[in-house]
């Protein structure tokens, strides 16, 4: 993997507008390229497989954790399995784009763990009682975007991913 370009993960408690967020991010600034995520669920009519995630079996999903081809993944409730492979951020990286990630809390602490240049960003917003035990994370992670305004939050967003990117000078031309 290229050591100079930054991964960006965004994360932050369901319904905190973390991808209306990283929509926004991709049509302000250039260069960048969420990264696909692997699933265990079945895919879903006009779904591409590559595109929307990669759909995997129980047992090639399985293999691959064996293989450690895994940057994170989580099973959830439903008995499905989701996670970022490893080869995402290459894929991405070859492309000369910068990869962008939507990881839940656990995923983005393991990310920030593992990859050295990867830049956490907490979403915050207003948020019920039940999760605002997630919030208590948000000091874990390298920047904390408030998002209480979309056009707010998006604006700042975009400006610390075009600062951190300045600053390895590996964003990627149009």
Request: charged residues 30%.
């Amino acid at each position: 993997m290229p050591s100079a370009r930054p991964v960006f993960v965004v994360t932050g408690p369901s319904g905190a507008g973390k991808g209306t967020l990283i929509k926004g991010l991709l049509e302000r600034v250039p260069g960048l390229e969420v990264a696909v995520s692997a699933t265990t669920r079945p895919q879903r009519p006009g779904e591409v497989d590559g595109h929307d995630y990669w759909f995997l079996s129980d047992e090639e999903f399985t293999r691959r954790i064996e293989n450690d081809e895994f940057l994170e993944w989580v099973p959830y409730v439903s008995g499905r399995r989701y996670g970022t492979l490893r080869s995402e951020i290459d894929r991405i990286a070859h492309d000369e784009c910068v990869c962008i990630l939507e990881l839940e809390l656990d995923g983005a602490l393991t990310v920030q763990r593992d990859v050295p240049r990867s830049v956490t960003v907490f979403i915050a917003a207003d948020v019920e009682e039940l999760e605002r035990r997630q919030l208590e994370q948000a000091h874990e992670f390298r920047y904390m975007v408030r998002n209480d305004d979309l056009e707010r939050a998006t604006s700042a967003l975009a400006a610390l991913v075009e600062c951190e990117v300045a600053r390895v000078g590996t964003m990627a031309r149009p």
